[in-house]
């Protein structure tokens, strides 16, 4: 049975349901229109970033008023890598790419709904130690505004445990 995560509560529903089991929210199918605009907001994150960690470009910290957690290295592990790689395979609907910035902070690029993704962030700290990986930050940014602007708006966050 293929099974798709409710936009709302997380949970899983068969793929083929109209309806989330368990609140109720409909389910709605991507087209194929907003997949490949996905996969070019995603070679331009990956094209900004490049150019953000290469000294190229800057990016404007966020506003937020929580301190980011200061890493040790920053080097990518082969696992760290994998991981990345199965949130921009479509593993991970909501994903439409992941990079990590630090060895220890991963960013996460998605559509942006007009929800708060502070819960989103939460998931993906759970699933990347279900993986074997343990970031200390989850940024979700939108990854319309990192295409156009350059710019990683931040539509949530959590601080890893």
């Not at 301190?67 to 439409?96: C, M, V, W």
């Not at 989850?138 to 602007?149: L, P, S």
Request: with cysteine; proline share 3%.
């Amino acid at each position: 049975m293929s099974t798709d995560r409710c936009k709302k509560c997380w949970s899983l529903v068969d793929a083929k349901a109209k309806k989330c089991h368990m609140c109720g929210a409909a389910m709605s199918k991507t087209s194929s229109l907003v997949k490949a605009l996905a996969v070019v907001f995603a070679c331009v994150l990956l094209a900004t970033c490049y150019s953000v960690l290469s000294g190229k470009a800057t990016v404007s910290p966020s506003n937020s008023a929580a301190p980011e957690p200061q890493a040790e290295t920053k080097t990518i592990t082969e696992a760290q890598d994998r991981y990345a790689n199965h949130l921009k395979s479509g593993a991970e609907p909501i994903a439409k790419d992941a990079l990590w910035m630090t060895g220890a902070s991963l960013y996460v690029g998605v559509l942006d709904d007009k929800t708060n993704r502070n819960g989103y962030a939460e998931y993906i700290c759970s699933d990347a130690a279900s993986h074997g990986v343990k970031p200390q930050l989850v940024k979700v940014v939108d990854i319309v505004d990192v295409a156009r602007d350059g710019k990683f708006r931040e539509l949530g966050k959590a601080l890893c445990k």
